[in-house]
């Protein structure tokens, strides 16, 4: 639902457990107004925001019951930042890097022989 209109946010929501496990249909998984807010989504630079660093223990207990701590909310930074985590390492840069060059290669032979009707 969310997603209609906040596609960014939709896309990078698989990128953590909770999104993944939502989209293959688990009916635990959170749904982005359980995390955000129905009516009052704010910037999580917001003390008011739900998602607001000092907010996360209260937000993530909803579900997360028991003893719940701020060691369990530091993993709240991977949420919808996989991509831009990943693209900070320098291992995954050069390797991604590595991998698109190989992809690219074997198109352009795929085409050749697709070409000579090999």
Known sequence: MCGQCHSDS????ADYY???AYRL???????CWQCHNTHLILPSANRLSWT????????CGQCHKG???NKYTAYAELIHRKASIL?????YAAASSARQAISNVL???GQVFKRSGS
């Open 87 to 91: 693209s900070e390492n320098p291992v």
């Open 18 to 20: 909770h999104g993944a």
């Open 25 to 31: 249909g688990a009916n635990d998984a959170p749904a």
């Open 10 to 13: 939709a896309t990078t929501y």
């Open 107 to 109: 198109y352009k032979v």
């Open 52 to 59: 607001y660093p000092d907010n996360l223990v209260t937000t």
């Open 67 to 69: 003893t719940l701590n």
